[in-house]
């Protein structure tokens, strides 16, 4: 019996010893605790990302702001912008102090060789650096990588903002509204036609290769049935955009800043700031005083210029102005803060600005808070017209050595029409700063 017992006893052990039962309960713990590793990893690396992109926005929001601010107010006025900025987004309660005005630089950067220089006078450009840093008791916390020893992680990003300007504003009819031409007119290479709602075009007009014609959405720009087949280079020049008008935005600024003679926006051949007032209801070349501002009072809310030559001068007034036939505008600023919708006119032949054949200087700039109605042969050479609201033209207006209409409302031009880019000679125009991510 005790023999039995024993043989018994050794093969439960043997048993035992072969039996496999159990075995993925301890492999399924190694697995279980792997995948919690694993997970612990997951989570973490996921809130860094989102920690880093959260700091990205912020200071690229603060650049964006620091940069549209310096357009008009001092470094340090830009500065306390930018940070405001961040901690609306950021608040230091919640994320401690991510950017001081020490972090932000502004400057200026070349784009062919992407050095940015430090220059606080500057307003080309704002280099950003936000930080989130053990040091600053302010790094982004682990959930479980603190249980192996690592606690948080810290984070640094950098943000470069840059001014540009649109070619378009530059040389080509830009307008908020309805952009409408009629046939038979040339764009020539670099001309640019751009409208925030749509572009209405009728037939026989030519778009040479490097012409822009863009609104929104280009699948409701207006044509007559033919119209693919009757307007060449069409096709070829069709993009989808658009802008904020912000030099419209900024007439008031700019007519007031011209009344004030600031040095921002007064041209070099004025290089006297004694305002010469005349009250003249028609203004000829002899009121006019060479290297002034002339301030115009009206008679009747109206005044027209005489001319025959209007140059190196710039005329302000609060009338609805008109220019007699013929008039040629030369290095002159015309700006008229009248609201109507024939706020500057002429009958016919008007001609702003040099044939030079895009030489520097000789350009002019027409302004008004209202809008332009011209008659037939608006001849425009390196010059520029900015509107509130409309401008319209008829047939046979000439803009083949550089012409800038920018328009609050719509521009309307007929027929006949040739319009071209210059590249040159369209320095005293006036501009708006747009603002981008360098790259």
């Not at 006019?288 to 115009?296: A, C, E, K, S």
């Not at 012409?403 to 719509?410: L, P």
Request: contains cysteine; proline residues 2%.
């Amino acid at each position: 019996m005790k023999i039995a017992a024993r043989r018994r006893a050794m093969n439960r052990i043997r048993h035992g010893a072969d039996s496999e039962d159990g075995g993925l309960t301890i492999f399924g713990l190694y697995i279980f605790v792997s995948m919690l590793i694993l997970g612990g990893v997951a989570i973490d690396m996921a809130n860094l990302m989102a920690a880093r992109t959260q700091l990205q926005v912020a200071t690229d929001i603060a650049a964006h702001t620091a940069l549209y601010n310096r357009d008009t107010k001092t470094a340090d006025d830009s500065r306390a912008a930018a940070l405001t900025a961040v901690t609306n987004v950021m608040p230091v309660s919640q994320y401690g102090t991510v950017l001081t005005a020490a972090d932000i630089t502004f400057g200026t950067y070349d784009r062919q060789t992407q050095v940015f220089t430090a220059n606080n006078t500057s307003r080309s450009a704002v280099l950003i650096n936000t930080n989130r840093l053990a040091a600053n008791s302010n790094a982004v916390t682990n959930f479980l990588l603190q249980f192996v020893g690592i606690r948080s992680w810290d984070l640094r990003v950098q943000s470069l903002f840059t001014t540009y300007r649109p070619a378009c504003f530059r040389e080509g009819f830009v307008a908020n509204g309805i952009v409408d031409i009629q046939s038979n007119n040339g764009f020539t290479n670099g001309f640019c036609i751009h409208s925030n709602t749509y572009v209405s075009l009728n037939s026989n007009n030519t778009f040479e290769p490097g012409t822009i014609v863009s609104m929104p959405d280009t699948t409701q720009i207006d044509l007559p049935n033919s119209g693919w087949k009757t307007n060449i280079g069409l096709s070829a020049a069709l993009r989808e955009g658009a802008y904020r008008l912000r030099i419209v935005n900024s007439l008031p600024l700019i007519i007031a800043g011209l009344q004030a003679r600031d040095p921002r926006y007064l041209p070099s051949y004025i290089t006297n700031t004694t305002i010469n007032t005349i009250s003249a209801r028609n203004v000829t070349s002899a009121l006019l005083v060479q290297g002034r501002v002339n301030v115009v009072t009206c008679n009747n809310g109206k005044t027209t210029i005489n001319g025959p030559l209007v140059t190196n001068v710039v005329i302000l007034t609060s009338c609805e102005v008109t220019f007699s036939n013929g008039v040629v505008i030369d290095n002159a600023i015309v700006a008229t803060t009248h609201t109507g919708s024939k706020s500057m006119q002429s009958p016919q032949g008007l001609q702003v600005g040099r044939n030079d054949r895009c030489a520097e200087g000789g350009g002019a700039q027409l302004l008004t808070m209202g809008s332009m109605n011209f008659a037939a042969d608006l001849k425009i050479f390196g010059s520029q017209l900015i509107a509130a609201h409309d401008v319209s033209f008829a047939a046979n207006a000439n803009g083949i050595e550089g012409a800038s209409i920018i328009a609050g409302g719509r521009i309307d031009g007929t027929s006949n029409m040739n319009m071209g880019f210059c590249g040159s000679g369209m320095n005293s125009n006036f501009e708006a700063e747009y603002f981008r991510l360098a790259g």
